[in-house]
């Protein structure tokens, strides 16, 4: 196996909001001994910890190795905007799968925000959950009619969904920069490094063993189990899930190349006055636009505000990126003009070529599920426990397994990517002028 390169804290991390306003972390330690389990996990984020939870409810012994800290992944960097469905519509999904899978795949996903909320409530996870519904607005006359489609599918389908637009649409975003766009009630937020922590604290009180610092270097087959072995220590056991999503690294080649890895950013202001915060969003809900480059955007329980976009596509990100994202947030909202902005940080979203998650089994016992498109808060969550129902053998929940595919010239990804953002913006701001 080659090397294993992992992931550092940088220095824009430690301005994470989420970092400043979480609660702390259950303790954990490094691995530093051989162990026994039945499933070993690698990855403390919200798929590796909700797929611990569901194979500790069904009574597995499980241990979850994580390279640095719990949630040092995306889960602990991103929006938190707890977003119900996948990237393709559920006309899509029917299509693509047909009736029965393709309906099988729309209620999955589509009941995935509750998933969340019901876990939360369950457990009582404090992470300044709310259910108040996320809107999507269209940033162009093309796009308000694809969410007249989604909006329509969604209703079709009795899920608590209305479109908006004039006056009621800028009430409820508190600005009028978008003329129309969709409402849909299931969504909500969290705080997104306060829901990884409070996953593995359920996880530990269930039972499974959680290792942090544990970075797993190599994954080994000797006879009918696996090893996954850090440098300090290693677990044998019958099942592997690589949990490793957009920060996979070297340690399962197939993995990295199954998915484009863009950076994404954001920044916050320190909490509003409450006159400033009153007109923003005031029904509490969050905000992701229609671009191809997307804002995203919301309050934090503080009633800071939070926006956040794809910025690059490393983690090299430069302090123009977060000054772009300054400009569209007073663009939209000209009262946050001369507001400080102390929080910035930056994660990374893992893209497939389908835009679905895959799901796969990369040989007997070791298994894996990733690329959640940047919708994965709901979703990884939902496959977390998709996988850990399907180990343990409870088949309750149905998602299809297939082999992972490369991304055709992944060696040529990072200026493809490249040109491919310019693209995008340029169709972006298009879009807007048409
Ligand atoms: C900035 C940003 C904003 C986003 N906003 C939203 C949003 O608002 N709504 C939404 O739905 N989705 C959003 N997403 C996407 C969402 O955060 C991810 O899809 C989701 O968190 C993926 O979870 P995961 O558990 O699969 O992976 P991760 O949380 O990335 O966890 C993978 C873990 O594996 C560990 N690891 C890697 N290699 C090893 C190894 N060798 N040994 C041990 N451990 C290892 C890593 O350290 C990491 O902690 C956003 C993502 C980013 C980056």
Not at 168 to 189: P, Q
Request: glycine share 10%; with cysteine; charged share 20%.
């Amino acid at each position: 196996m080659p090397p294993v390169t992992v992931t550092t804290v940088g220095a824009d991390q430690q301005r994470s909001l989420w970092r400043v306003t979480a609660p702390l972390a259950p303790a954990t330690a490094p691995l530093e001994q051989t162990a026994d389990a039945d499933v070993v996990i690698i990855g403390a984020g919200y798929t590796g910890l909700s797929c611990a939870i569901a194979l500790a409810e069904a009574r597995h012994s499980v241990v979850v190795l994580e390279a640095h800290e719990i949630g040092h992944g995306a889960s602990g960097r991103n929006g938190g905007q707890v977003i119900p469905g996948l990237k393709h519509d559920p006309d899509d999904l029917v299509a693509r799968y047909g009736r029965e899978r393709g309906e099988a795949l729309v209620r999955l996903s589509g009941g995935a925000a509750d998933r969340v909320f019901a876990l939360i409530a369950k457990y009582s996870i404090d992470c300044a959950a709310r259910q108040c519904g996320w809107i999507q607005p269209a940033h162009s006359a093309a796009a308000a009619r694809m969410i007249v489609s989604r909006a329509r599918q969604w209703a079709a389908r009795r899920a608590p969904v209305e479109l908006l637009a004039g006056e009621g649409l800028a009430h409820l975003l508190g600005t009028s920069a978008y003329r129309a766009g969709w409402l849909d009630r299931r969504a909500g937020s969290v705080q997104p490094l306060g829901y990884v922590r409070g996953l593995a604290g359920v996880a530990l009180k269930l039972g499974a063993r959680i290792h942090t610092r544990s970075a797993v270097t190599r994954i080994v087959r000797r006879g009918g189990e696996w090893t996954a072995a850090t440098t300090r220590g290693e677990v044998r056991a019958r099942q592997v899930v690589l949990a490793t999503d957009a920060y996979s690294g070297a340690l399962w080649p197939e993995l990295a190349t199954n998915q484009l890895i863009v950076t994404s950013v954001q920044t916050a202001t320190e909490p509003l006055p409450d006159a400033i915060r009153s007109t923003i969003l005031p029904g509490g809900n969050v905000a992701s636009d229609t671009r191809k480059l997307l804002y995203y955007f919301r309050l934090d329980a503080d009633g800071r505000f939070v926006i956040g976009g794809r910025g690059a596509v490393t983690d090299d990100v430069s302090p123009g990126v977060y000054a772009t994202l300054r400009r569209a947030a007073t663009t939209m909202y000209p009262v946050l003009a001369g507001v400080p902005w102390p929080y910035r940080w930056y994660g990374r979203v893992g893209i497939t070529r389908d835009w679905l998650p895959h799901l796969a089994e990369l040989a007997p016992g070791v298994w894996t599920v990733l690329g959640y498109c940047g919708r994965g808060v709901a979703m990884a969550t939902t496959m977390g426990l998709v996988l850990g129902d399907m180990l343990s053998g409870g088949h309750r929940l149905f998602y299809p397994a297939a082999a992972l595919k490369p991304i055709p010239l992944y060696r040529l990804r990072r200026p493809v990517l490249q040109a491919g953002i310019a693209y995008y913006r340029l169709l972006d701001a298009l879009a807007r002028a048409a």
